[in-house]
């Protein structure tokens, strides 16, 4: 049986699932198609040898999770998998974090400047406090070719916000330069490592039996930071948080 496969038991049931989640499950389940092909549509970071000191700046915003979830990340999922491969990079808690909306992918030398951050951030300013705060629903981990990931399922509301952010960031001729495969129905995830070196087997059954294992109470995202930094959020600079209304 196919790694893939093995993981497929790990799933969420679909019949307790609202149709929205179940649209978001479908995205998330082609995107993991695409990557057991080869045949990614959407832009992935590239590994490094040294990720705290990679000069690829992105500009983006993000949710910084409550202390809770992150001993909860950092116990149940991140120590299990550094106890079998150490030398992958493993996000510390306080660089762990939830994309919320991409405006511009990591890049050396950076495809932003001082000009483009105060525009950037006067949308934020004008759309994310008008906007709900919103339950995610993490269900299963998902193996990338360079990193791994907890993913969720989520309110509508994360389309509404990202839609609008989209509609003020072609204003000011600003949009997102990120690649997706799915234009509807973003779902939430986190990454947890990213890959040094090619990941044993092992190391592959413990993500199926963490994945398998994922039971999350629904988690509120209040907040939306906008942020410079590398992939891994380190040299990092918060130009605003904004929070959603309840």
Request: proline share 5%; with cysteine; net charge positive.
């Amino acid at each position: 049986m196919t790694f893939s496969k093995i993981l497929d038991q790990g799933k969420m049931s679909l019949h307790d699932k609202t149709p929205y989640q179940k649209k978001q499950i479908e995205v998330i389940n082609k995107i993991e198609r695409q990557i057991n092909t080869n045949s990614i549509k959407f832009s992935m970071v590239t590994p490094t040898t040294d990720f705290d000191n990679d000069q690829r700046m992105c500009l983006t915003g993000v949710h910084f999770p409550h202390e809770k979830l992150l001993n909860i990340i950092e116990n149940n999922l991140i120590a299990p998998l550094r106890k079998i491969q150490a030398n992958h990079y493993y996000y510390s808690q306080d660089s762990l974090h939830l994309t919320i909306k991409n405006v511009r992918t990591v890049s050396s030398p950076p495809n932003f400047d001082k000009n483009d951050v105060t525009k950037v951030k006067i949308v934020f300013d004008k759309v994310i406090p008008k906007h709900h705060q919103f339950k995610a629903y993490f269900y299963r981990l998902l193996l990338f070719p360079s990193n791994l990931a907890l993913i969720g399922t989520v309110d509508p509301e994360l389309d509404k916000i990202i839609f609008d952010l989209n509609e003020n960031l072609d204003k000011i001729n600003f949009p997102d330069d990120k690649q997706y495969t799915n234009n509807k129905y973003f779902f939430c995830n986190t990454t947890l490592v990213r890959f040094i070196s090619p990941i044993s087997e092992e190391f592959k059954k413990k993500i199926i039996n963490l994945s398998a294992n994922v039971k999350l109470d629904p988690y509120t995202i209040d907040s939306v930071s906008l942020i410079s930094g590398n992939a891994v959020l380190k040299k990092r600079q918060i130009f605003g948080t904004w929070f959603l209304s309840i």
